[in-house]
T-cell receptor
C-alpha cells in the first residue's frame, strides 16, 4: 500500500550544527505535507507544511524541501538547539483526502 | 487558547470494564479524529468525523466506538477493553477547506493501560 516513510530512525546532532531529517513518500497523489515535532510526554506539534506545487518553504530556523521527482521530503533545522531534541514525523494528505498518513518518526538527539 | 483537551491523561483499568476518553476542541473545527501510538507502529487512525453525526472508521477501528453529537466533542469509547488496547491515544482536530483537511491540532494524549 501507499506509505510515508523515514530513512533514519535516530539522528544525533551537535548543538549548533544543522539537522536534516528525510522522508520518502510513495503516493504521487499526495497534495500536502506536514512536519510534526513530538516531545516526550506531549502530543505532536505542527512545525511547517508545504503544498505539492512548491519546492521549498521556510519558517523560523526550519526549511522544508519537497522533491516530487523522487518523492522525497526533508526538514532542515538550522543551528540545532537542545530544545530541538524530539521525534519528528512527516505526514501526507492526498488531495481531497480525509486523513493524515504519518511516517514512522525520526528521533533527534542534540549533544551539548 | 486554541486547544484540544483530552481526559484523562493517564488511566489504568481492568479487562472488560467500559471506559470513555473525552476529547474537546475550542476551535470550531469540523474534523476530529482519534489515533493510537504504539512503539514500532507509529500513529494509526482509529476513527474520524467530518462533522456532527458523521463518523467513519480509520485503519484500526476494532474494539472502539465514537460519537459526534456536538461539534466540539468527540469521545472515544472502549466497551470491553482488552490488554492489546494498551496504548497512547491522541485526539486531533482540523479545519476543512475546499473539501480537504489541513494540519491537525493534537491533544496532549491519554496513556491507557489495560490489565
Amino acid at each position: 500500500g501507499e506509505s510515508v516513510g523515514l530513512h533514519l530512525p535516530t539522528l544525533s546532532v551537535q548543538e549548533g550544527d544543522n539537522s536534516i531529517i528525510n522522508c520518502a513518500y510513495s503516493n504521487s497523489a499526495s497534495d500536502y505535507f506536514i512536519w510534526y515535532k513530538q516531545e516526550s510526554g506531549k502530543g505532536p506539534q505542527f512545525i511547517i507544511d508545504i503544498r505539492s506545487n512548491m519546492d521549498k518553504r521556510q519558517g523560523q530556523r526550519v526549511t522544508v524541501l519537497l522533491n516530487k521527482t523522487v518523492k522525497h521530503l526533508s526538514l532542515q533545522i538550522a543551528a540545532t538547539q537542545p530544545g530541538d531534541s524530539a521525534v519528528y514525523f512527516c505526514a501526507e494528505i492526498k488531495a481531497a483526502g480525509n486523513k493524515l498518513t504519518f511516517g514512522g518518526g525520526t528521533r533527534v538527539l542534540v549533544k551539548p | 487558547e486554541a486547544q484540544v483537551t483530552q481526559n484523562p491523561r493517564y488511566l489504568i483499568t481492568v479487562t472488560g470494564k467500559k471506559l470513555t476518553v473525552t476529547c474537546s476542541q475550542n476551535m470550531n473545527h469540523e474534523y476530529m479524529s482519534w489515533y493510537r501510538q504504539d512503539p514500532g507502529l507509529g500513529l494509526r487512525q482509529i476513527y474520524y468525523s467530518m462533522n456532527v453525526e458523521v463518523t467513519d472508521k480509520g485503519d484500526v477501528p476494532e474494539g472502539y466506538k465514537v460519537s459526534r453529537k456536538e461539534k466540539r466533542n468527540f469521545p472515544l469509547i472502549l466497551e470491553s477493553p482488552s490488554p492489546n488496547q494498551t496504548s497512547l491515544y491522541f485526539c486531533a482536530s482540523s479545519l476543512i477547506g475546499q473539501g480537504q483537511i489541513y494540519g491537525y491540532t493534537f491533544g496532549s494524549g491519554t496513556r491507557l493501560t489495560v490489565v
